[in-house]
């Protein structure tokens, strides 16, 4: 029963995920330049692995690999696998503010992918905010087409496709348990990072490309014990991150507590200005709050209209 105490609770659980969220994804802009991006991913989804095993087993949860939709299963994990490889490497050439803030398109891009995937109904008032939502990123974006920063598209590339694994989790949910698509997504990300570095092996690159593109092509190494302990940091935090989200919608109303998913954007912002001195132009601020106000308003909907767009939202 959702009480307003629960709901209390699910916001402070909210805030917190998001806070160590933003912890994660400033760590790993801060070792982009030392430590291979799928190194990063490899030892993430390491103990991220071991701690929903170990909490399985503390509850007595039974572990299960089989899935019942085989092959969207491989289109969600190999979406989010991409989706987040192209926003950690974004961070390694934007600022962490810039990145988060283009991250919270996928609100938009859940909405498209609700009506042409699993068939709900989208009204003009939701369109249009999606409109809105996208003018907000072009602000944000600020394109200078004689001096555009390609990077500066693959965190709306990572919504994309968040969006379609978070639709597609909502389709196989009546069959594939949380943790059955979460342990997937953790499974599939160590076998492909793991492919990754083999196919890497056997490819010339130029010194142009090596270093621009450092964060995948640099050796997979771990340069010392503070930087393995950074790793196990960004890996824990992904952990705690998950859990705070999973118990925050389990005990709260999804409509009263998902806007506070938001806070993340606060935190980043504070994170970007304190450690690099990033900060969004009063454009990029612009855009942000169309990006908000669009977001709040087709959350709004949604509740009024009772659609129920998925929220037990994968692991990030």
């Not at 498209?112 to 974006?141: D, H, N, P, Q, T």
């Not at 599939?188 to 490819?203: D, E, H, K, M, T």
Request: aromatic content about 20%.
């Amino acid at each position: 029963m959702i009480t307003r105490d629960n709901n209390i609770k699910a916001i402070v659980l909210i805030i917190l995920g998001m806070f160590v969220f933003s912890i994660q994804d400033a760590l790993i802009k801060i070792i982009s330049d030392s430590i291979n991006i799928y190194v990063i991913y490899l030892v993430r989804s390491m103990v991220g692995l071991l701690a929903i095993f170990a909490y399985c087993k503390f509850k007595n949860i039974k572990i299960v690999f089989k899935t019942h939709y085989p092959l969207i299963s491989i289109l969600r994990v190999s979406g989010f696998f991409l989706g987040f490889s192209l926003y950690y490497f974004s961070l390694s050439k934007i600022s962490l503010p810039e990145a988060v803030t283009l991250f919270f398109v996928s609100p938009f891009f859940v909405t498209i992918f609700s009506k042409f995937i699993i068939g709900e109904k989208v009204g003009i008032y939701r369109w249009c905010a999606i409109l809105i939502g996208f003018f907000g990123v072009y602000l944000v974006l600020n394109p200078d087409f004689n001096d555009f920063n390609i990077y500066s598209l693959f965190p709306i590339l990572c919504a994309f496709f968040y969006a379609l694994t978070v639709v597609i989790q909502k389709k196989t949910s009546d069959k594939d348990s949380l943790f059955t698509q979460i342990i997937h997504t953790y499974l599939s990300a160590i076998l492909f990072s793991i492919i990754i570095y083999f196919v890497i092996q056997n490819i010339t690159f130029t010194s142009y490309q090596v270093s621009e593109y450092k964060f995948v092509l640099m050796s997979w190494q771990i340069p010392s014990l503070y930087f393995l302990f950074i790793l196990l940091i960004i890996g824990f935090t992904g952990v705690i991150g998950f859990f705070s989200l999973f118990g925050a919608y389990r005990i709260g109303s999804p409509s009263t507590i998902a806007p506070y998913e938001y806070s993340l954007i606060i935190w980043s912002i504070l994170f970007g200005y304190f450690i690099w001195n990033d900060y969004l132009t009063l454009t990029g601020f612009a855009g942000l709050s169309l990006i908000l106000v669009a977001s709040f308003f087709t959350l709004l909907r949604e509740y009024q209209l009772s659609i129920k767009v998925n929220l037990d939202k994968p692991l990030r």
